[in-house]
C-alpha cells in the first residue's frame, strides 16, 4: 500500500498544480507542532523564488483549491507560508480498513530482492560471551529480520573467531598441563580420543590465564605463537585439539545465543577461509597490489580524497601468518563465489571501522568483490555503566553475557510475581520473556552507532520507553480482545474499523497508519531504532484512548465493535514490530 503520507502529497501536489506552481511542492509531513494540525507543507516556502512569490500568498492559492477535498480538510495558512492540514476522518478511516485487510497490513514485499549476507555476532571460540558481544547479536539479528520482512534473501553468518592467537594460547596451556596428552605426541599416529579432554568450565579457565601468563612471560607468548602457526599449518594432534575446543566451545554459544533468540543460518569461521589464502595471496602478488614491506605482504589502500591517512592493509605478517584482515578478505572471496550477495553488512564495534575501510578498499582493488555488491560496515557503541564507563562486574571484571541476561531476569521475575493471578512457574517463564524483551528492547532503542547506559532498573520498568512497557500494552490488548471474544462470541478479526470518536482516538489511527512507512525507513536506514520509536509511540496513543474510552461496557454495539477491530489492528502492528525487533510477548503479565 501506498504511505498514508504520499496520498496526502498527491493531493496537495495537484492543489499546487491547479494553482500554476509545480507538483513537486505539495510535500507533505507529519506537523511539528501537533497542538496546531496533523500535517503541514513547507512548499509555499521552497516556491518562493522560483516564482518570485511572498510565500504566503502561494499558500493562500494552494490553499483555495483544496476546499472540499477528498483527503485533507482544516486547512489553514500561517505566516510566512506554511500550510496547515489535517487528514479527513472518512479518508484515514479507508486507509486503515484497507490495511486491515490487505497482506502483512499493506507492506509490500520488494519487487527486486537482493541477497544479503550480515555478518554479526562474532564471538570468539574458547572465550566466553561477554557483554561485548551482545550487540552485534541483537542489532544483527533485528537488521536481518528487517531485511527479510522486506523481502530479500538475507543470511546470517556469525563469523566465528576461530582461528587466532587465542587457539595457540589454549594449545600451549594444555601442553603444558597435561603433556602426557597424545595430541602432543609427535609420533603419534592412532585415532585421538572421541571425547574432549576438557569441559567448557575448563577452558573459560584456561584461556583467560593463558592470556595473562602470555602478557608477562615472553617465552611462553613466543610458544603460543608457534603452536598458533603450527596448528594453522595443519598438526595433526592440535587440529584434532583445536576441533575439540571448537566443538565445546561452540555447543555453549549455541545455548547463549538461543537464549537471546538469535539464530545464524552459516557458522563459518574465520578457518573456513584457511585452504583459499594462499591462492589468494599468490594472485594479490601476481597483480603487483600486493608488495613486501619490512618482510610483510601489504596493499596500499590509501586514496587522494583521504583527510586522514589510512595506513596500508597488511595481508602476511614477516612470518608468512594470516591476519584478521587475511581471513576477512579471503572470507570476501568465499562470499562472493558462493552467494553473490548484493550487500554485505558487518555489524561490528565502531572501534574496528579502521580495519573495515582497509579491507573494503583492498577488497575492491584486488578484484575480490565487484561494485554491484555493496560493503556496509554497521558500527555500534559501547555498553556502558552508570558511571558511563564500559559496563562492568560489581568487582570490576567482564560482565559476562550469561550474568547480565540473569540479572534482568532476576529482576523482572520479582515484578511479575507480585502479580497473584500467576503461577511460579508460568512466572518464571514469562520473566524470561519479558526480560529478554527489557534487554533487548533498552539496546535497540538507541541509534547503533551510539554509546548507551545499561541501566537495569530503567529496562525493566513497566514504564516509560521501555521493552516491559511496549509488552504490557500488547497483553493489555490482547485481554480486552479476549474478553470481548468470550463475552460475544464474536471474532475481533471480523470487525470493521469505523470513523474516530473524538481525538484520541483519531490521534491512535494516524499512529497506525504510520506502520509502513517506519518499516521502510529501518530498512533503507538499517535503523531497528525507528521500529522501537514507532511503537513507542503507537502504545502512548493506543494507552491515551484506552484510558479515556470505556470500551468492553460501551452501550452501542456498532461503535463497540469499531473499538474493537482498531485494537486488534494496534494489537497486530505491535507484534509484527517486536517480532521484527527479535523478542516475542507473554499472554499475561
Ligand atoms: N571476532 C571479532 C572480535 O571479537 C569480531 C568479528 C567481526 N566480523 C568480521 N568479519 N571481522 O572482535
Given amino acids: 500500500m ?13 492543489a499546487f498544480e491547479a494553482a500554476g506552481y509545480d507538483a513537486s511542492l505539495g510535500q507533505v509531513m507529519v506537523s511539528g507542532r501537533p497542538d496546531l494540525c496533523e500535517y503541514q507543507c513547507n512548499g509555499a516556502m521552497a516556491g518562493a523564488k522560483k516564482y518570485h ?32 492540514c489535517d487528514v479527513t476522518p472518512a479518508y484515514l478511516t479507508q486507509y486503515l480498513s484497507e490495511m486491515a485487510k490487505a497482506d502483512r497490513l499493506g507492506v509490500e514485499t520488494s519487487s527486486r530482492p537482493r541477497t544479503v549476507i550480515l555478518d554479526y555476532g562474532g564471538p570468539n571460540v574458547a572465550k566466553p560471551l561477554h557483554v561485548g558481544h551482545l550487540r552485534s547479536a541483537v542489532i544483527g539479528e533485528a537488521l536481518k529480520r528487517i531485511l527479510r520482512f522486506h523481502g530479500d534473501n538475507a543470511i546470517g553468518d556469525i563469523h566465528l573467531g576461530d582461528w587466532g592467537l587465542q587457539m595457540g594460547l589454549v594449545i600451549t596451556e594444555l601442553k603444558h598441563r597435561h ?13 585421538y580420543p572421541a571425547e574432549p579432554p576438557f569441559t567448557v568450565a575448563d577452558l573459560e579457565e584456561i584461556y583467560p590465564y593463558a592470556s595473562g601468563r602470555s602478557r608477562e612471560d615472553e617465552a611462553y607468548h613466543r610458544e603460543a605463537l608457534e603452536n598458533t602457526h603450527l596448528l594453522q599449518e595443519g598438526q595433526r594432534g592440535y587440529r584434532a585439539l583445536w576441533e575439540h575446543i ?12 538461543e537464549n537471546l533468540n538469535v539464530t545464524f543460518d552459516l557458522w563459518n569461521g574465520e578457518s573456513t577461509v584457511n585452504d583459499i589464502i594462499p591462492v589468494m595471496v599468490e594472485d594479490m602478488k601476481k597483480s603487483g597490489l600486493a608488495y613486501e614491506s619490512q618482510g610483510a605482504l601489504v596493499v596500499d589502500v590509501s586514496e587522494e580524497s583521504d583527510s586522514k591517512e589510512i595506513p596500508p592493509c597488511m595481508i602476511l605478517k614477516s612470518d608468512g601468518a594470516a591476519l584478521y584482515t587475511t581471513t576477512d578478505l579471503a572470507t570476501i572471496k568465499m562470499r562472493k ?12 564495534d565502531k572501534r574496528q571501522e579502521l580495519h573495515f575501510i582497509q579491507t573494503f578498499r583492498a577488497a575492491r582493488k584486488c578484484g575480490l568483490i565487484g561494485d554491484s555488491c555493496r560493503l556496509t560496515f554497521k558500527g555500534f557503541g559501547t555498553v556502558n555503566g552508570k558511571d558511563g564507563r564500559p559496563f562492568k562486574t560489581r568487582e570490576g571484571g567482564v560482565m559476562r553475557l550469561e550474568s547480565l541476561i540473569r540479572e534482568i531476569d532476576d529482576k523482572m521475575l520479582g515484578k511479575i510475581e507480585a502479580n497473584p493471578d500467576i503461577p511460579a512457574d508460568e512466572a518464571k517463564e ?30 525493566t520498568s513497566f514504564e516509560g520507553d521501555t521493552g516491559p512497557y511496549i509488552l504490557y500494552t500488547i497483553v493489555r490488548i490482547k485481554s480486552i480482545l479476549k474478553k470481548y471474544l468470550d463475552a460475544s462470541g464474536r471474532n475481533p478479526a471480523d470487525l470493521a474499523i469505523g470513523a474516530p470518536s473524538g481525538v484520541a482516538e483519531k490521534t491512535l489511527m494516524r499512529s497506525i497508519a504510520g506502520f ?74
Fill in 2 to 14: 501506498q504511505q498514508l503520507i504520499s496520498l496526502l502529497s498527491e493531493e496537495m501536489g495537484r
Fill in 53 to 84: 512569490k511572498a510565500p504566503f500568498v502561494i499558500a493562500g492559492e494552494v490553499a483555495k483549491h483544496l476546499e472540499g477535498a477528498e483527503r485533507v480538510f482544516n486547512v489553514s495558512v500561517v505566516k510566512p507560508g506554511f500550510i496547515n
Fill in 179 to 191: 603433556p602426557e596428552l597424545p595430541y602432543f605426541d609427535e609420533n603419534y599416529t592412532g585415532e
Fill in 246 to 257: 571448537i566443538h565445546v566451545s561452540v555447543a555453549d554459544m549455541k545455548r547463549n545465543y
Fill in 337 to 348: 563465489d558462493q552467494n553473490d550477495p548484493d550487500e554485505i553488512i558487518y555489524v561490528v
Fill in 430 to 459: 514469562t520473566a524470561k520473556i519479558v526480560g529478554l524483551a527489557a534487554l533487548k528492547y533498552g539496546d535497540l532503542s538507541n541509534q547503533a552507532s551510539k554509546d548507551y547506559i545499561f541501566d537495569v532498573e530503567k529496562f
Fill in 516 to 589: 509502513n512507512r517506519t518499516m521502510q525507513e529501518a530498512y533503507e536506514e538499517l535503523a531497528p531504532h525507528k521500529i522501537c520509536a514507532f511503537i513507542y509511540q503507537l502504545s502512548n496513543d493506543f494507552n491515551s484512548f484506552y484510558h479515556g474510552t470505556r470500551i468492553l461496557t460501551e452501550e452501542d454495539q456498532t461503535q463497540k465493535e469499531h473499538w474493537i477491530a482498531l485494537l486488534y489492528l494496534t494489537e497486530k502492528v505491535l507484534e509484527i514490530c517486536i517480532n521484527v525487533l527479535g523478542f516475542d510477548a507473554p499472554e499475561r503479565m
